[in-house]
């Protein structure tokens, strides 16, 4: 297997490839390259990719699908940025900021098509197996994504509920990406399976680490200001973990959120996140699902040493800047 | 074969039997029912059963992929009318207007990826030849709606530029309809490719003849005012064609659209069109694409009976309102 290095540095160089259309038809294509051009760690095509040369050896088959996944995943940010009316993303103006709303909506539309086109570069054999497991997936990320917008204005979330969220909304996608590479790969059903579960637990570690980073975080490591999910008073899992304490500790923590958005609301509540121990009992959980995603990876028929490559990349997207 | 009523009901009957998830993912399910359950005429859907029951009497394998061709027919008008900002369609609130903005973008993309689910559920032999059809016709689609709005801030397009839209944004889906039931009836790859030209071409007739009855049409049976192409300044193909003429008609043309939108820019243009002869440039050229769709047709190993059912449904849809 190569490095997670040298299979991003695969997937950038297909993106580059991609023979989109240009001429008059830029104005629909211009945007999806811009969108898949962000770069990032890719590490999603990359799973798609490693899963492939795990079980067969066939990365290069798994290549466009790859792509393909990434192309999903870019979609659904760029349709997100206009539900959310984000302007930035990585450092450059979002898609509907650089063009505008509507060439937002319908090149995002485009993506979408493109994803499942190059997803579908599979042979013959494998083609209902990979369209269903990444239909189904789709089908979850949307569900999870409609819930997280509900949320919004709920402020009675259950940990079953917001689980149900972030395995929609991150896990889905990590574990249709593994799951799809071992289906590229000829894993048989049953690790291809596992492979998924992997993925999904995987998924829930690294969104439940990033409520924790968010709290309490490096700045400097994070990349983002610390404390922005408690001033666009989010439903992470700090605050439905401490919701679910029930009486006077939900009171509190609904009081310290009608705080006005500054810092004094960022310190109270973080003070009341750790007086409740949610520091520890977030960590627990991600230490939780990582230990889940372990389990399904280890009772995968893969070799030590492809086993080695999966635990690595879980750490690396997991441990990641703590 | 049934009658297109027949298989208009089989449609509507399927529709409402989609098993769509409620409880708390109705937020997200609930507007795509909305959608679905618009009405219409549901040609597109009645093309596949007609193609699967021509070709190999099987319409019942076709029903959920017709299901899914008005699914993805009706997820380009909830995302369209995003666009547009049209309030109404078929005498109801539009979705976005029903409920909001981000509700239509998001149940936008999950009725495109259930099209893409309902039209996969066909025998695995025929899934590689079936999703493709799909995904490039969807590619057309959207091709065809971005040079429509490129078209609104151009003032110099051609005619052969407006056939290139109205074959992405209306032939496509007709002619995949088409083909997709011809497919799942098993045809040869020749006849399911002469039934994608009949539906293509089909489509090209129907839109300009759409664009004949926006200006010369009967108000009564036309179901919207005359002259809202003119008002809106949209280039139909009476505009391209009248501009095609070159010269001192192109610049009389352009001046009448400069008139302020009303009665008289509607009577100065009308009266423009029927000097230069384009109320029978427009009605040739709907006769021409109805000849090459039925000579594609006539073209196919169908018996007579069922290029009869198919010659009546092209002469319904073009014929209609006259």
Redesign the interface.
């Known amino acids: 297997m190569k490095t997670t290095a040298e299979y991003s540095a695969d997937i950038e160089t297909a993106i580059r490839s991609l023979d989109l ?1 240009d001429g ?2 830029s ?2 294509y211009a945007p999806v390259a811009y969108g898949l051009s962000a770069g990032g760690k890719r590490i999603r095509p990359v799973l798609v990719l490693m899963g492939a040369d795990a079980f067969g050896n066939n990365c290069t088959e798994a290549l466009l699908p790859a792509v393909g996944i990434e192309t999903f995943h870019n979609f659904t940010l760029l ?1 997100d940025d ?2 959310d009316k984000s302007d930035m993303r990585r450092g450059r103006p979002t898609v509907h900021k650089k063009y505008d709303e ?1 060439t937002a ?2 090149s ?3 993506m ?3 994803a ?2 190059y997803v ?1 570069d599979v042979e ?1 054999g494998k ?2 197996k990979v ?2 497991t990444f ?2 997936m ?2 979850r990320v ?2 999870g ?3 997280d ?2 949320f919004e204005s709920s402020d009675n979330i259950s940990i079953p509920e917001y689980l149900e969220m972030i395995e929609g909304k991150t896990g889905a996608l990590l574990g249709a990406s593994a799951k799809i590479g071992a289906i590229i790969g000829n894993a048989s059903d049953k690790d291809a399976a596992l492979m998924y579960e992997y993925g999904v637990m995987t998924g829930l570690a690294f969104q439940i680490q990033d409520d924790w980073l968010d709290t309490f975080g490096d700045a400097t490591t994070f990349g983002k200001p610390i404390g922005g999910d408690i001033l666009n008073a989010k439903k992470t899992y700090l605050y439905v973990a401490a919701l679910a304490e029930g009486g006077q500790t939900a009171e509190a923590l609904r009081t310290a959120f009608n705080i006005p958005a500054g810092e004094m609301r960022i310190k109270t509540v973080t003070r009341l996140y750790e007086k409740l121990g949610m520091k520890e009992k977030c960590s627990k959980a991600v230490g939780h699902y990582s230990a889940q995603a372990l389990k399904a990876l280890n009772s995968t028929t893969l070799g030590e040493e492809e086993k080695e490559a999966f635990r690595k990349l879980a750490e690396k997207l997991i441990g990641r800047k703590k």
């Open positions: 259309p008059k038809l104005s629909l349709h206009v539900m509507n909506i319908l995002g539309d485009t979408l098509t493109l499942t086109k579908a013959d083609l209902r369209i269903d239909n189904e789709a089908l949307y569900e994504q409609r819930l917008m509900d």
